[in-house]
């Protein structure tokens, strides 16, 4: 991976630094004053046969018919899902829900569950997060008589599906195509509140709960929050929506996210997309990895608080378990560092962390990554994978060349940087030789190159994390700037809990080397794998923790707090200049401030 210094400016900001970094992503004037003051959100009379659906539903309403609200696993199917059943409660309307099992039914609508639908005599059928690819399964619906009605956000085909009726943002003309399955869902649900004849409190009371579950789909599913196209940035909804949705939470959070922030530890006054990417998100999708997704429903729509305090704990003991899983199951991995593609197929891996693993090795050492597990299809033993990319190639083009020209593949879907395949056993090895020749072709003579921002001294990184204050949120079109920063450290406290480290006793270092300016400790979130190998004997001091060098010395507690008294007296006058890449965010974790995610670091 290369790194290379921005140094073109724009005058699209004062701090230099900021204006670099815009300027690197293509802003202009125009497109630069939209991420201070956002486009409102549009009508959702906007979207193709919204009102028609609206109007469909009530006729269901009114003629005393089910209706079931069929969704996703993920945190953007699960807010889809809980906004829909909430708003048609309100309304009176005979509804429920169900949610595929990630494992037993995999991803989208299948016929397992409308057979369940028929059983329980329900009479229409509304997707959300999902449905827009399910041909076969619609088509199946309709011949049992039941309605269909598809509300989605993923790309669709050249043909659409069999449905009554669909709510897409890119089928039409709806100003701006990239929400996600969630935001359709409250643009329906507020159509929907909109007709309602209830008491205007209770309508708002409920629509604001309903745009902070929004709020949060759209940092889960990574849509875009600006947009330097000039045209696209004059309609992106998506920044003011996010920014109004974190205030409302930061303000007044429905008691379902107060009570899921509090069994987190996140602060509510504090709270930004950070929260939402850090804790809130990944809690939530922790539950269709390793549990069942409508127990997530359940706890977002459930009145009883006393359920959803059970909910909400077993949610976030499912979440730690995800943590444990994962870190157990990397370090039963043994990556091959002599290959360019990260190929890892293993039996027994959880399936429902294959995708957290593919994305955790791609950022390890920015290498394409597939992780698969085994599992049994049609009663035949295969393989089921998670696919990560590093924007060199298309993952799925790729998949579809070599199903197109091997037929080796089961099955397959994605995007250009992520994607799921299922192989079965037979055709792995024959499947694994294409596939990572075709990765390292399209690859040949492509270079990774990442970007920076220097920063000279202390005062400018402050002045820097000001302007990042001013910007937030930050996320897909506005990316976090990296900037890289020197400094003469003689002590450096480790975290192996976190995988955090902290800066105690260091200068930066101020015009290579002339002058240097004391600082406060400053934190290096996920620093540890970088910041680690620098810490020896002939450099600076490593506060270990006392548990560690008991572990790794076999030794006692006494002596261990010996030997660390004593490594501290040899090393505590000496120093060591270091350069680290830096990508810098704002997010008042415990009163810290700036956010320091380390990315590289080296000895200058």
Same mark, same amino acid.
């Given at each position: 991976?290369?790194?290379? +210094?921005?140094?073109? @400016?724009?005058?699209?900001?004062? /701090?230099?630094?900021?204006?670099?970094?815009?300027?690197?992503?293509?802003?202009?004037?125009?497109? $630069?004053?939209?991420?201070?003051?956002?486009?409102?959100?549009?009508?959702?009379?906007?979207?193709?046969?919204?009102? =028609?659906?609206?109007?469909?539903?009530?006729?269901?309403?009114?003629?005393?018919?089910?209706?079931?609200?069929?969704?996703?696993?993920?945190?953007?199917?699960?807010?889809?899902?809980?906004?829909?059943?909430?708003?048609?409660?309100?309304?009176?309307?005979?509804?429920?829900?169900?949610?595929?099992?990630?494992?037993? /039914?995999?991803?989208?609508?299948?016929?397992?569950?409308?057979?369940?639908?028929?059983?329980?005599?329900?009479?229409?059928?509304?997707?959300?997060?999902?449905?827009?690819?399910?041909?076969?399964?619609?088509?199946?619906?309709?011949?049992?008589?039941?309605?269909?009605?598809?509300?989605?956000?993923?790309?669709?085909?050249?043909?659409?599906?069999?449905?009554?009726?669909?709510?897409?943002?890119?089928?039409?003309?709806?100003?701006?195509?990239?929400?996600?399955?969630?935001?359709?869902?409250?643009?329906?649900?507020?159509?929907?509140?909109?007709?309602?004849?209830?008491?205007?409190?209770?309508?708002? /009371?409920?629509?604001?709960?309903?745009?902070?579950?929004?709020?949060?789909? $759209?940092?889960?599913?990574?849509?875009?929050?600006?947009?330097?196209?000039?045209?696209?940035?004059?309609?992106? +909804?998506?920044?003011?929506?996010?920014?109004?949705?974190?205030?409302?939470?930061?303000?007044?959070?429905?008691?379902?996210?107060?009570?899921?922030?509090?069994?987190? =530890?996140?602060?509510?006054? @504090?709270?930004?997309?950070?929260?939402?990417?850090?804790?809130?998100?990944?809690?939530?999708?922790?539950?269709?990895?390793?549990?069942?997704?409508?127990?997530?429903?359940? &706890?977002?729509?459930?009145?009883?608080? =006393?359920?959803?305090?059970?909910?909400?704990?077993?949610?976030?003991?499912?979440?730690?378990?995800?943590?444990?899983?994962?870190?157990?199951?990397?370090?039963?991995?043994?990556?091959?560092?002599?290959?360019?593609?990260?190929?890892?197929?293993?039996?027994?891996?959880?399936?429902? $962390?294959?995708?957290?693993?593919?994305?955790?090795?791609?950022?390890?050492?920015?290498? @394409?990554?597939?992780?698969?597990?085994?599992?049994?299809?049609?009663?035949?033993?295969?393989?089921?994978?998670?696919?990560? *990319?590093?924007?060199?190639?298309?993952?799925?083009?790729?998949?579809?060349?070599?199903?197109?020209?091997?037929?080796?593949?089961?099955?397959?879907?994605?995007?250009?940087?992520?994607?799921?395949?299922?192989?079965?056993?037979?055709?792995?090895?024959?499947?694994?030789?294409?596939?990572?020749?075709?990765?390292?072709?399209?690859?040949?003579?492509?270079?990774?190159?990442?970007?920076?921002?220097?920063?000279?001294?202390?005062?400018?990184?402050?002045?820097?994390?000001?302007?990042?204050?001013?910007?937030?949120?930050?996320?897909?079109?506005?990316?976090?700037?990296?900037?890289?920063?020197?400094?003469?450290?003689?002590?450096?406290?480790?975290?192996?809990?976190? /995988?955090?480290?902290?800066?105690?006793?260091?200068?930066?270092?101020?015009?290579?080397?002339?002058?240097? &300016?004391?600082?406060?400790?400053?934190?290096?979130?996920?620093?540890?794998?970088?910041?680690?190998?620098?810490?020896?004997?002939?450099? &600076?001091?490593?506060?270990?923790?006392?548990?560690?060098?008991?572990?790794?010395?076999?030794?006692?507690?006494?002596?261990?707090?010996?030997?660390?008294?004593?490594?501290?007296?040899?090393?505590?006058?000496?120093?060591?200049?270091?350069?680290?890449?830096?990508?810098?965010?704002? @997010?008042?974790?415990? *009163?810290?401030?700036?956010?320091?995610?380390?990315? +590289?670091?080296?000895?200058?």
């Amino acid at each position: 991976m290369n790194w290379k +210094e921005l140094d073109k @400016t724009s005058g699209l900001v004062d /701090n230099v630094q900021m204006d670099e970094w815009l300027t690197h992503l293509g802003f202009s004037q125009k497109s $630069i004053q939209t991420l201070y003051n956002p486009c409102e959100l549009h009508s959702p009379k906007l979207l193709d046969n919204c009102v =028609e659906l609206c109007e469909a539903l009530q006729t269901h309403i009114k003629n005393n018919e089910k209706i079931r609200i069929m969704g996703d696993y993920d945190m953007d199917g699960v807010g889809a899902t809980s906004i829909l059943y909430l708003a048609l409660t309100f309304i009176h309307a005979r509804v429920d829900y169900d949610i595929p099992h990630r494992i037993r /039914n995999g991803y989208g609508l299948c016929k397992e569950m409308i057979d369940k639908a028929l059983d329980d005599n329900i009479k229409a059928i509304l997707t959300c997060d999902n449905g827009i690819a399910c041909h076969e399964v619609i088509d199946y619906a309709r011949e049992k008589g039941l309605y269909v009605y598809v509300t989605d956000h993923h790309t669709p085909s050249s043909v659409l599906p069999n449905a009554n009726l669909i709510v897409h943002p890119q089928i039409g003309a709806y100003p701006f195509p990239y929400i996600s399955g969630a935001q359709v869902a409250y643009k329906v649900a507020s159509l929907l509140l909109d007709n309602s004849k209830a008491l205007k409190k209770k309508k708002d /009371n409920l629509r604001k709960y309903l745009l902070q579950l929004s709020a949060l789909t $759209i940092v889960s599913d990574v849509m875009p929050i600006a947009s330097a196209d000039d045209a696209l940035s004059q309609v992106n +909804e998506n920044r003011k929506w996010l920014k109004d949705g974190i205030k409302s939470i930061q303000t007044e959070p429905d008691w379902h996210l107060k009570m899921l922030m509090d069994y987190q =530890e996140v602060n509510q006054e @504090t709270f930004d997309e950070q929260s939402i990417g850090f804790s809130i998100a990944p809690a939530i999708n922790a539950v269709g990895r390793l549990h069942d997704a409508k127990l997530a429903v359940d &706890f977002l729509t459930t009145d009883n608080k =006393e359920d959803a305090r059970r909910a909400c704990s077993f949610i976030v003991f499912l979440n730690e378990e995800r943590k444990d899983i994962k870190k157990q199951t990397m370090e039963g991995i043994h990556l091959d560092e002599s290959t360019s593609v990260n190929f890892i197929a293993q039996e027994g891996i959880h399936e429902g $962390i294959i995708g957290i693993l593919a994305g955790a090795y791609m950022n390890e050492n920015n290498k @394409t990554t597939l992780v698969m597990t085994d599992c049994m299809v049609d009663g035949q033993k295969a393989w089921k994978g998670s696919a990560r *990319g590093n924007s060199l190639i298309n993952l799925y083009d790729t998949l579809q060349d070599i199903d197109d020209r091997k037929h080796l593949l089961y099955a397959y879907g994605g995007h250009a940087d992520a994607a799921g395949l299922t192989v079965l056993d037979e055709n792995l090895e024959e499947f694994k030789q294409e596939f990572c020749e075709s990765v390292e072709k399209q690859e040949q003579g492509k270079v990774i190159e990442k970007t920076y921002v220097q920063i000279h001294n202390r005062k400018e990184r402050l002045a820097f994390v000001e302007e990042i204050k001013k910007l937030k949120p930050f996320g897909n079109g506005l990316p976090l700037p990296i900037a890289k920063m020197s400094f003469n450290v003689s002590r450096i406290d480790l975290y192996y809990k976190s /995988n955090h480290a902290k800066m105690t006793q260091y200068e930066m270092v101020f015009d290579h080397g002339k002058k240097s &300016f004391p600082a406060l400790e400053l934190w290096l979130f996920g620093g540890l794998k970088n910041v680690k190998p620098i810490c020896n004997e002939e450099s &600076f001091t490593m506060s270990d923790n006392v548990q560690r060098i008991m572990e790794r010395d076999n030794v006692t507690e006494n002596e261990a707090r010996e030997i660390r008294a004593e490594t501290y007296q040899r090393k505590k006058d000496k120093k060591a200049n270091v350069n680290y890449l830096i990508e810098v965010g704002y @997010t008042d974790f415990n *009163g810290v401030g700036p956010r320091y995610n380390v990315l +590289e670091v080296d000895k200058a």
